[in-house]
């Protein structure tokens, strides 16, 4: 499965912006659908934008309009960029496959990374 290191996160106050960087290995990158997830202290981690093969993307309605999410295959990497940060933005983001089509016995299975800490302070 795919296998990854987030990076770029950090504090920042509210308004500001931050570039997550996902670089990817163990795939046939080109071939997958990724995704940004972030999880706050306490809540389920959820689905922040996703991007196919093709280059189509999705994003959740907390952060469309903020957040462009975009892919370089030839250097294997996603990107998040995240503009407009609010403090509810703040969570742990991790990069990993778009699992939206994916069993819920396979969902299970996925091995996350560490994932980046992104603070928005006011």
């Known amino acids: 499965q795919v296998q990854v290191v987030e990076s770029g996160g950090g504090l920042v106050q509210a308004g500001g912006s931050l570039r997550l960087s996902c670089a990817a290995s163990?795939?046939?990158?080109?071939?997958?659908?990724m995704g940004w997830y972030r999880q706050a202290p306490g809540k389920q981690r959820e689905l922040v934008a996703a991007?196919?093969?093709?280059?189509?993307?999705n994003y959740a309605d907390s952060v469309k309009g903020r957040f462009t999410i975009s892919r370089d295959n030839a250097k294997n990497t996603v990107y998040l960029q995240m503009n407009s940060l609010k403090q509810e933005d703040t969570a742990v983001y991790y990069c990993?496959?778009?699992?939206?089509?994916?069993?819920?016995?396979?969902?299970?299975?996925?091995?996350w990374g560490q994932g980046t800490q992104v603070t928005v302070s006011s």
């Open positions: 990993n496959a778009d699992l939206r089509g994916s069993s819920s016995w396979y969902s299970r299975r996925v091995l």
């Open positions: 163990g795939i046939i990158f080109s071939t997958y659908a």
């Open positions: 991007i196919t093969s093709g280059g189509n993307t």
